[in-house]
């Protein structure tokens, strides 16, 4: 069983900078693939960015990409999503999630939300225009 727990959402203005963080209970944290989701009012979830168990490989939304920058502690059973640039359009709850094992480590597979087992409770992102 794992539970993913995110902090870091709140209110900023357009052009601002959050930074995302998701703690992991459980073992074997780096032994597995991460990602971030959103979900606008009124919209589907949407794949935002995600990286390997071993940080080798990350991957993004175009719609983030250059802005958004995804990281994780092994550590500290930590995965982040630095957001600088942000847009009102980037409003939304956003949600890690944990990649199954036997899900296969690429951008086509690992942007689905079926490839994930475990999310989190999401955290609110509100970008004032």
């Known amino acids: 069983q794992v539970q993913l727990v995110e902090s870091g959402g709140g209110l900023v203005q357009a052009g601002g900078s959050l930074r995302l963080s998701c703690a992991a209970s459980?073992?074997?944290?780096?032994?597995?693939?991460m990602g971030w989701f959103r979900q606008a009012l009124g919209k589907e979830r949407e794949f935002v960015s995600a990286?390997?168990?071993?940080?080798?490989?990350?991957y993004y939304a175009d719609s983030v990409r250059g802005r958004f920058t995804i990281s994780r502690d092994d550590a500290k059973n930590t995965v982040y999503l630095q957001m600088n640039s942000l847009k009102p359009e980037d409003a939304a709850v956003y949600y890690c999630?944990?990649?199954?094992?036997?899900?296969?480590?690429?951008?086509?597979?690992?942007?689905?939300?079926?490839?994930?087992?475990?999310w989190g409770q999401g955290t609110q992102v509100t970008v004032s225009s």
């Open positions: 459980g073992r074997a944290f780096s032994t597995y693939a």
């Open positions: 990286i390997s168990w071993s940080s080798g490989s990350t």
């Open positions: 999630a944990k990649a199954s094992n036997l899900v296969f480590d690429s951008y086509y597979s690992l942007r689905r939300p079926t490839a994930y087992d475990y």
